[in-house]
């Protein structure tokens, strides 16, 4: 299946949190492990809601470059 096929079944669970969940588990186990930054990638064409959410974690854009006819997104955000 496409890349494209998995959104219906997230936009369901759109408004409970479930991302903001995942997320937070994620950045507390790689804190756990000694990470010190975390680098995400995303189009903001194709994934508005998380290039806002990057944004509002925090995360700088570090990079661009266009890549089949869309601008792809680099993030980095560190921590202590």
């Given amino acids: 299946p496409s890349h494209d096929s998995h959104?219906?079944?997230?936009?369901t669970y759109r408004g409970y949190g479930v991302w903001r969940k995942i997320y937070n588990e994620f950045v507390n186990e790689v804190k756990h492990r000694g990470?010190?930054?975390?680098?995400v990638n995303t189009y903001q064409r194709d994934f508005p809601n998380m290039y806002g959410f990057l944004l509002k974690e925090?995360?700088?854009?570090?990079?661009?470059?266009e890549k089949h006819?869309?601008?792809?997104?680099?993030?980095?955000?560190?921590?202590e």
């Fill in 58 to 65: 925090g995360f700088r854009e570090v990079a661009t470059e």
């Fill in 35 to 39: 990470y010190k930054k975390m680098t």
């Fill in 69 to 79: 006819g869309a601008t792809k997104s680099f993030f980095e955000k560190e921590w």
């Fill in 7 to 11: 959104l219906s079944y997230w936009e």
